[in-house]
């Protein structure tokens, strides 16, 4: 199929210009939830941290959970449209620009939910002001901030030519400031040879940089764990486990966020089964790499049996997490697997519950990371307070789970009112690339 | 023993003394200018008889002595007290739960019935094996999980041995908490109430008093208390005399009525470390609980219903119910 950018931007300016009643009343619910999550917020910055699930021996809760989890998803799309761009996959035209945005908007989430689990925010900028190079956490400072640099310059790269195509459509029905934005933002791109190539060789050097990146920057999260002593987290294989992992859940989010732009916004023109397809045998196959790591993992640990880790495993596998441990480790890897390998179930509805049910299980995953080992010390936790004994989240840390995910959805709202939803250089690009293979 | 035994036995004293002579002299010995010429507020006549470090006895006015703890400057509490190397040994066979050692900890430190520096903790190895009183304090580890980990430099080892936290500093990462393989940490969830007179100290790291909300604390080994040639607060409090204190570099520890060489104690008694296969390498060792003074159910007749209930869980009191 053949795209022409002047046909494009006829079909991408109304998801841009109007603005559907619906489009507002759920943006206003989102908000609702949000302010909830900073009512939340304030109360757990005024009582303290006592609000929360997280006592002594569970210190860290879900917010370290959901710090993983956007992270991941973040590396993921960075990862995703990464390599689809320099691997040059003839099908990345429509994907890649909400890739893209998972990326970003993940990556502007992720880092925040560590913030709540800070108990003296007031003292951020000691991190900054006396760093300790032997701490991973002060790895974790320099790798996030490093990509997330990284990734706005890859990003806004991605951009300049789609705002170059917003400024240059004048039938764009926008007030003035935001063409005058568009204007600014495209850095006077004229599509000219010499500016074409310069910004090809640039998006090539970022797409290369932001895969390294996105590998060092999830290992040293995994490292967060894995150089700890704790059972269940003193793991070699944490490092490669978590990037698999963090690929795994940001290819399941993409195919959930391709099915909710095809219907919103009307797309089944440009992203087909062929997509979902693609996306889903990608996910098919790290579905595969996913239950090898974590069979791995809990095979090595099962087999020694250390005392601790014995304790761990039981619990995980036979008694208080048996069926979190079933929802995230089975089926978040066997679902997938089952629907994209078998033909007869590769439909666009079914992979798009194969991605959901992928996202909510290495959710679960990650807590499965997270809480059980805290809750299994070395020594016993002779407490007489149940919460003391095992942690469960309060309304404090479930309403800034859901002011999280409703900040996710919102920037992607606002986003998609500020770019085409789908890359139109990219489409062009695409069209270009496969004139250029027929002439060959 | 290649050490003048003399010199020795006057350095002992030192440290071990109670009194306040004694006492004042180790601050001397710790390396604090007590008659410092500045700010003394007036000459009361009565004066003081001090021991100083090469051993002179001078006199000086009474308020010439300084709270030796109100006036270190941030780098001698971070280096600690010189040519200290500090170290805990717990007879397990003389603990029957007593508790003294928690509550007296819980008044000196400001700390919640429900916070605890040092626990005592009912263990047994396994089901078949005898149970037996277990305190736990922090292990001030000389490989610390809990110092690596810290990203801005708020927890430290001392040149003595111990491992203390900056609570000005603390970012309350609770990075330590999580690594800290003996739970030895514990974070203050809410505003910490305290009692006035410890609410209106200067915070010293070496008090850990007042605690702060948002920041980790834990047993600090009461270097206040050893600067002023005193015993931490468990020891003293324990009548049971579980729990010495004392100070590798002279190989002597004192549970305050009995005083022993560390190497033997630990060699006849076959002293251990508490899971020292995880290589950090305590600074408490532990004697085995054999030949016990008391039979261990003593241990549960004096307790409340309430620590009763934290060890509901174990496999004794599972087996005894039964």
Known sequence: MEYDSSKLMREFAPQIEKTSKSWYLVFATLLAFFLFGIFGLYTQITKGHVVTGMRDNVVWGVYIVNFIFFMGMSYAGALISGILYLFKSSWRGPVIRMAELITIISLFIGPVFILFCIGRLDRLYYLILFPRIQSPITWDVIAISTDLIGCIIFLYLSFIEDFAKLRDYKELQLPKWRKRLYKYLALGYQETPWQYKIISHTKNIMAAMVIAIAIIVYSVLAWIFGVTLQPGWHSTIFGPYFVIAAVYSGTGMLIVVMWIFRKVYKLEEYITEKHFVNVGVLLLILAAFFGYFTFSDYLTKWYGSIKMDKVLIDKLFTSEYYYMFIASNYLGVLVPIIVVGIKKFRTITNITIAGLITVVSLWFNRYLIVVPTLETPYFPIQDVRSEWLSYSVTWVEMSLILAGISVFCMLFMLASKFVPIISISEMEKHTGETRGLMRD | ?322
């Open chain 2, 1 to 322: 023993m290649a050490k003048n035994e003399k010199s020795k036995n006057i350095s002992r004293r030192n440290f071990l003394g109670t009194g306040f002579l004694l006492g004042a002299g180790a601050i001397t010995a710790g390396g604090v200018v007590l008659a410092a010429g500045n700010a003394i507020p007036e000459i009361s006549g009565k004066k003081i008889k001090l021991l100083t470090q090469d051993g002179k006895i001078i006199e000086v006015d009474e308020t010439a002595v300084l709270d030796a703890e109100q006036n270190l400057s941030e780098k001698e509490i971070r280096d600690g007290i010189p040519g200290r190397k500090f170290v805990m040994v717990v007879d397990l066979s003389k603990c029957k739960n007593v508790r003294k050692c928690i509550s007296k900890c819980q008044e000196k430190h400001g700390l919640q019935p429900d916070q605890e520096f040092m626990k005592v903790l009912l263990m047994q190895d396994d089901k078949n094996s005898a149970p037996y009183w277990f305190p736990k304090p922090c292990y001030h580890c000389d490989q610390p999980a809990c110092v690596k980990v810290c990203p801005v430099d708020a927890t430290y080892k001392r040149h003595d041995g111990i491992v203390l936290i900056d609570n000005e500093r603390c970012v309350g990462c609770k990075f330590c908490v999580a690594g800290c393989p003996y739970s030895a940490r514990i974070f203050h969830w809410k505003e910490v109430e305290l009692p006035i007179e410890l609410a209106n100290r200067k915070y010293s790291s070496e008090t850990s008093v007042p605690a702060k909300k948002g920041t980790v604390s834990k047993c600090d080994f009461c270097p206040d208390q050893s600067r002023q040639g005193k015993l931490p607060h468990c020891v003293t409090a324990c009548p049971m005399g579980v729990i010495y204190f004392g100070d590798m570099n002279e190989d002597t520890v004192t549970n305050g009525d009995e005083t022993i060489r560390f190497t033997d104690i630990i060699r006849d008694r076959a002293g251990y470390r508490y899971l020292a296969d995880l290589g950090t390498a305590p600074l408490v060792y532990y004697l085995p609980p054999v030949n016990r003074q008391f039979p261990f159910e003593s241990g549960l007749e004096s307790v409340t219903d309430e620590v009763k209930e934290r060890y509901k869980n174990t496999e004794y009191m599972k087996s005894k119910k039964e």
